[in-house]
């Protein structure tokens, strides 16, 4: 199995970054793909960015598009989600997940964290 935790979140202004990590243990050799998703209340969870491992390609939603930048770090074994100018939008829980690579969508992904809130304040 696969274990996932998140963490980085907090409280900023509106403008201000947050830095967010999932660091993932047990056998992660099945998973090529990992993303974080969120979701807000009243929302349903949407995808925000994703990384796959087999050709070093990403994906981001197109609301966090030049904010946002997923990354690996292989030596720590997390990934990485740098988060720039948040929008009040922004609030969300952010989830980090790790799948086949087949799809984004949360059926897609078989292991999830527990969760880091984000809140972004105007």
């Known amino acids: 199995q696969v274990q996932l935790l998140e963490s980085g979140g907090g409280s900023v202004q509106a403008g201000g970054s947050l830095r967010l990590s999932c660091a993932a243990s047990?056998?992660?050799?099945?998973?090529?793909?990992m993303a974080w998703f969120r979701q807000a209340p009243g929302k349903e969870r949407e995808v925000v960015a994703a990384?796959?491992?087999?050709?070093?390609?990403?994906y981001y939603a197109d609301s966090v598009k030049g904010r946002f930048t997923i990354s690996q770090d292989i030596t720590k074994n997390t990934v990485e989600l740098q988060m720039n100018s948040l929008k009040p939008e922004d609030t969300a829980m952010y989830y980090c997940?790790?799948?086949?690579?087949?799809?984004?969508?949360?059926?897609?992904?078989?292991?999830w964290g527990q969760g880091t809130q984000v809140t972004v304040s105007s």
């Open positions: 997940a790790a799948g086949s690579g087949l799809g984004l969508s949360q059926k897609d992904f078989g292991y």
């Open positions: 990384i796959y491992f087999g050709g070093y390609s990403t």
């Open positions: 047990g056998d992660t050799s099945s998973s090529n793909c």
